[in-house]
């Protein structure tokens, strides 16, 4: 019974997440302090997959103890025992629906970490693709200008300004549009905003949250955190952006994007502004900064996103 007890804790745990994921994008507070946000968004994922693989297997196997040893060893069992018109060893002689019905739930788990592990390398897949296709091009067509030391300039007559991350080669690209429609202070805010992004990997923190979008694009729950995470890591370049200079030329950046019609940034980038919703919610909150989350508030999110990581590793390890 142990076995079922453990399996629906981690039922629990996922559904848990998935109310939590649903709240949390509703939530005002996280625009407060993106980054506690961001790890809780994080925690909510890793621990969502986690519960649903560990309840599917839990059910699939005939063992009392979801533990990672007990767990190995009845797999074993069962693979050895292999396909035929007897049943698998492993599962004794228990009823010919509770097997089938046990097998089937074995089968999605495994079905499941396998989807979510493909995705995710399918991703990370076609974005190192994307960004070496665009690379090549940036070779090709970017030039170097003194208004901008430090990025690549492409002669083109729309507002754009994107990022490229990568571990050797991080890249700034603004285009002559841009260059004609910010002004110096302008310009800078927006530099040192795509900067923030190519200093502290935020493509990696999007890439898991872009995989559950692809593994799953039907879901509203999956499309509403790759949305919640997207804008709040637009933000935390934001607040990254405005050590040491004034909000209003961020400000006046954005806006001036937004009316111009900003160009999307390509596969694999990250843009300065995408989406007028976007835009509209970053200028609210430049505009009227609210104050930051106390510093045990932070820690209270801090400590639920490890607590919720630990809960279902916890019940599959021990």
């Not at 190519?198 to 729950?221: I, Q």
């Not at 030329?249 to 806006?255: F, W």
Request: glycine fraction near 10%; aromatic fraction near 4%; proline fraction near 6%.
């Amino acid at each position: 019974m142990k076995g079922l007890a453990d399996a629906a804790l981690l039922a629990a745990v996922a559904m848990g997440s998935v109310l939590g994921a649903s709240a949390l994008g509703q939530a005002s507070w996280p625009r407060r302090s993106p980054a506690a946000a961001i790890l809780l968004w994080q925690a909510l994922g890793l621990a969502g997959g986690v519960a649903a693989v560990g309840t599917l297997v839990g059910l699939g196997l005939p063992g009392g103890n979801l533990g990672v040893a007990r767990s190995v060893l009845h797999a074993g069992t069962l693979f050895r025992a292999g396909a035929g018109s007897r049943l698998p060893a492993a599962f004794g002689a228990m009823p010919t629906l509770l097997v089938a019905f046990r097998l089937t739930c074995l089968a999605a788990g495994l079905a499941l970490l396998a989807s979510l592990c493909w995705v995710l390398v399918a991703a990370s897949a076609a974005v190192l693709q994307a960004r070496r296709r665009q690379r090549a091009l940036l070779a090709l067509l970017a030039h170097g200008d003194p208004k901008v030391p430090g990025a690549l300039v492409v002669d083109s007559p729309s507002a754009a300004a994107y990022c490229l991350p990568g571990l050797r080669s991080r890249i700034v690209v603004v285009s002559v549009g841009t260059l004609q429609l910010l002004g110096r202070g302008e310009l800078a805010a927006v530099l040192a905003h795509e900067r923030a992004h190519l200093r502290e990997r935020h493509d990696l923190v999007l890439l898991p949250f872009t995989a559950l979008r692809r593994a799953f694009p039907r879901s509203a729950t999956c499309t509403g955190a790759h949305r919640s995470v997207a804008l709040l890591v637009e933000m935390l370049a934001d607040d990254r952006a405005l050590r040491g200079r004034p909000a209003r030329e961020l400000v006046s950046a954005l806006v001036r994007f937004g009316t111009a019609g900003a160009c999307p940034a390509p596969p694999g980038a990250l843009a300065a502004a995408v989406g007028e919703g976007e835009v509209a919610a970053r200028v609210a909150r430049l505009v009227r900064p609210a104050r930051p989350l106390p510093a045990t508030a932070v820690a209270a999110v801090c400590l639920a996103a490890a607590v919720l990581v630990a809960a279902p590793i916890t019940l599959l390890v021990v």
